[in-house]
T-cell receptor
Framework: NAGVMQNPRHLVRRRGQEARLRCSPM?????VYWYRQLPEEGLKFMVY????????ESGMPKERFSAEFPKEGPSILRIQQVVRGDSAAYFC???????????FGPGTRLTVT | QKEVEQNSGPLSVPEGAIASLNCTYS??????FFWYRQYSGKSPELIMS????GDKEDGRFTAQLNKASQYVSLLIRDSQPSDSATYLC??????????FGKGTRLSVIA
């Protein structure tokens, strides 16, 4: 399966812990996007990355959240000191470039207890 | 602030009918337009992309784009209960991120 992969699919963290979400883009794609979706709400853009570069992080909260897409390995979205409000589905998508079709991974459901 | 507007629904259509989903966008410079389907608890799935004015057909789906009216629609012919989902319109312009509408919930009644 050459689709977008995300892991873990489900993640439970206690308040104050760190959450690390991983995304491997579709084969041939070098552009990665992270979105957050709260229950019954729309998709909210968080960050757009290319290999080793953050292109646009305008949707990322200023504190506790960071993202990277290293030269080797998956893209990682890191949430430090999680709070209950961070509970959501986090989706990763990839594309061949800006403006082209984005394909989504299955998502990571984060629950903060 | 670039906006993409969709009627939240639910839009209910009988099985076999045509479902018409509409979307308007605020940025006149938008260049790329996409329709995604999202089943409850699942990730968005790309259905159609359209880049130029007019119609684009793919099986039972037709996307229609009118840039002058800043309007894009999705028609689903011969609707099936399995088409029941939330349909997301997404619009891209320039170097800005893809902007998603909040989605229209479609219910196809058998």
């Amino acid at each position: 399966n050459a689709g977008v992969m995300q892991n873990p699919r489900h993640l439970v963290r206690r308040r104050g812990q760190e959450a690390r979400l991983r995304c491997s883009p579709m084969k041939g794609h070098s552009h990665v996007y992270w979105y957050r979706q709260l229950p019954e709400e729309g998709l909210k853009f968080m960050v757009y990355l290319q290999k080793e570069n953050i292109i646009d992080e305008s949707g990322m909260p200023k504190e506790r959240f960071s993202a990277e897409f290293p030269k080797e390995g998956p893209s990682i979205l890191r949430i430090q000191q999680v709070v209950r409000g961070d509970s959501a589905a986090y989706f990763c998508a990839s594309s061949t470039g800006p403006g082209y079709e984005q394909y989504f991974g299955p998502g990571t459901r984060l629950t903060v207890t | 602030q670039k906006e993409v507007e969709q009627n939240s629904g639910p839009l209910s259509v009988p099985e076999g009918a045509i479902a018409s989903l509409n979307c308007t966008y605020s940025d006149r410079g938008s260049q790329s337009f996409f329709w995604y389907r999202q089943y409850s608890g699942k990730s968005p799935e790309l259905i159609m992309s359209i880049y130029s004015n007019g119609d684009k057909e793919d099986g039972r789906f037709t996307a229609q784009l009118n840039k002058a009216s800043q309007y894009v629609s999705l028609l689903i012919r011969d609707s099936q209960p399995s088409d029941s989902a939330t349909y997301l319109c997404a619009v891209h312009s320039g170097n800005t991120p893809l902007v998603f509408g909040k989605g229209t919930r479609l219910s196809v009644i058998a």
